[in-house]
C-alpha cells in the first residue's frame, strides 16, 4: 500500500528501530511508548485489521506469534507481557495495517488511546 505507513517503514522508506525482521514480519519499537517495553509486530502483508484478515494471513500471523514467544528473553519480556491488537477507530486504532503492540514492563500512560 503506497501511503500506509506501517509498509513505508516495512520497504524501509520511513526509519524505524528494527528489532525483529524476517519474511513475515519486522518487529520495531513504538515511536511513543505506552508502556517500558513497547514493541509492534508488523505482518509484512498489508492489512487492516483482524476482521480483513485472510485465513492464510491469520496463520501467517499465528506462526509470528508463536516465533515471538522462543524471543522473550531477547526483547527482554521474561517477566510477562500482553499483545493487544486495536480494531477500528473506536477501539484506537490509528494506523489501518494490522499489528500487534507488545507490552513489557511498568506501564507508562494509562490512557486507552
Ligand atoms: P494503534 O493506535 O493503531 O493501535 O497503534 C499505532 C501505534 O503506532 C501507536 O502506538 C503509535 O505510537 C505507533 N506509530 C505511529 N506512527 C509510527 C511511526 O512512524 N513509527 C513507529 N515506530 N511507531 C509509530
Ligand atoms: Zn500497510
Do not use: W
Not at 511513543?32 to 508488523?42: S, T, Y
Not at 505482518?43 to 496463520?59: F, G, L, T
Not at 528473553?73 to 510477562?80: A, C, F, V, W
Request: with cysteine; hydrophobic share 40%; proline share 4%.
Amino acid at each position: 500500500m503506497d501511503n500506509c505507513i506501517f509498509c513505508r517503514i516495512i520497504r524501509g522508506e520511513i526509519p524505524s528501530v528494527k528489532v525483529y525482521e524476517d519474511d513475515d514480519m519486522l518487529i520495531i519499537k513504538d515511536v511513543n511508548p505506552q508502556a517500558e517495553i513497547h514493541l509492534l509486530l508488523l505482518p509484512k502483508e498489508h492489512y487492516a485489521n483482524i476482521v480483513e484478515m485472510s485465513d492464510a494471513q491469520a496463520r501467517t500471523l499465528a506462526a509470528c506469534i508463536k516465533k515471538l514467544s522462543g524471543m522473550v528473553d531477547e526483547l527482554g519480556l521474561k517477566d510477562g507481557f500482553r499483545l493487544v491488537s486495536n480494531k477500528g477507530a473506536n477501539a484506537c486504532q490509528s494506523v489501518e495495517h494490522l499489528h500487534i503492540h507488545i507490552l513489557g514492563g511498568k506501564p507508562l500512560s494509562e490512557k486507552m488511546c
